[in-house]
């Protein structure tokens, strides 16, 4: 069974501090996606990394894709408070998704 | 807005009823994806439909059930509650193929007590 990690579980930072997010998995994905989810709403997608490798910029966040398409980070430079919410990835046509973190950015 | 309608929004019931959850896809898509969201189990795919067939099968209890209706609509049936089964549900479409950009619903509170 294919399974994706998500670390850390739980990031409360200051507004203005950089952080990233780690998704992994001991198994090969073909594509994986990052959503992100505020209270009350459901998961919007943020962006598709498919190729080992890769590197997308969406403004202040930046996804990399791990050259052997087992993981997949999120780094997100001078956070902001609209920054705050649930960030999951997925793999496998969005049949997989990791456990999420929780992400908080104080003002 | 993402365009996918979920109806209710909230459910509160009891042990051993049934209910049935509502997701209306954006238009134009043939793709359907019901999910269960929890706080110790996350986002869990349950099953997803295509033009009116099912296509894939997650992780679905035998006393959940699903359909694609021809005019797209989807219904998630949940029957027998039990305590655990309280959760958020998902709706997510999407047109279908490689790589598609999935749109989800606002979800519907499940709350079985």
């Known amino acids: 069974t294919q399974l994706l990690e998500q670390s850390p579980q739980f990031l409360s930072i200051q507004e203005g501090e950089n952080l990233t997010v780690y998704c992994n998995s001991s198994?090969?994905?073909?594509?994986l996606q990052w959503y992100r989810q505020e209270p009350g709403e459901g998961p919007v997608l943020l962006v598709t990394?498919?190729?080992?490798?890769e590197v997308k910029k969406l403004k202040r966040l930046t996804f990399q894709f791990g050259d052997a398409r087992k993981d997949s980070s999120l780094h997100i430079t001078a956070a902001q408070p609209g920054d705050t919410g649930l960030y999951l990835c997925?793999?496998?046509?969005?049949?997989?998704f990791g456990q999420g973190t929780t992400l908080q950015v104080k003002p | 807005d993402s365009g996918v309608t979920q109806t209710p929004k909230h459910l509160i019931t009891a042990t051993g009823q049934r209910v049935t959850l509502r997701c209306s896809p954006r238009s134009g898509d043939l793709s359907v994806y019901w999910y269960q969201q929890s706080l110790d189990q996350g986002l869990q795919f349950l099953i997803q439909?295509?033009?009116?067939?099912?296509?894939a099968k997650g992780n679905i209890l035998e006393r959940f059930s699903a359909q694609q209706f021809p005019d797209l609509h989807s219904e998630l049936n949940l029957s027998s509650l039990e305590l655990g089964d309280s959760a958020l549900y998902f709706c997510?479409?999407?047109?279908?193929?490689?790589?598609?950009?999935?749109?989800f619903g606002s979800g519907t509170q499940l709350s079985v007590l």
């Open positions: 439909y295509y033009n009116g067939e099912e296509r």
């Open positions: 198994s090969v994905f073909s594509s």
């Open positions: 997510a479409s999407s047109v279908g193929g490689a790589l598609e950009k999935l749109f």
């Open positions: 990394v498919v190729t080992g490798g």
């Open positions: 997925a793999g496998e046509g969005k049949l997989i």
